[in-house]
């Protein structure tokens, strides 16, 4: 894992979360776009908001047709809308309400798309 996204491991889960004391999935995205020299704007979303490409335009992101290391991976968990970033093309760091910030295998939540920054 590269070195600016290790003293993210382990900052717990926090719905709304936008910084180091607690993070949710959109959070983490947007403090690895910042760290990146992408920054993106807070959008505000319900767990129950269709896919990804309708926050891609504030997002600054397009789609790919596979995973890429340093894309935003759009996953689904139980019916919602789940984000994780690909640290390689194996591995994606992402935030789950048990273990806060992790890394994990891509493909343990069911994968809707993979999305680039622009």
């Known amino acids: ?11 717990p889960y926090k719905p709304h979360g936008r910084n180091e ?6 959070g983490l995205i947007r403090i690895i776009a910042r760290r990146r020299g992408t920054p993106i704007p807070d959008v505000w979303y319900e767990k129950s908001d269709p896919a990804l490409m309708i926050l891609a335009k504030s997002m600054k992101v397009h789609a790919l047709s596979r995973v890429e290391k340093d894309c935003v991976i759009e996953m689904e968990e139980k019916g919602r ?6 640290i390689d093309e194996k591995r994606m760091i992402h935030v789950t ?7 994990d295998e891509i493909g343990i939540l069911p994968v809707r798309g993979y999305y680039g920054f622009d």
């Open 81 to 86: 809308l789940h984000l994780g970033y690909a």
């Open 1 to 11: 894992m590269s070195v600016e996204l290790a003293d993210l491991i382990g900052i």
């Open 21 to 26: 004391t607690g993070l949710d999935c959109f």
């Open 97 to 103: 309400i048990r273990d806060g910030v992790c890394v």
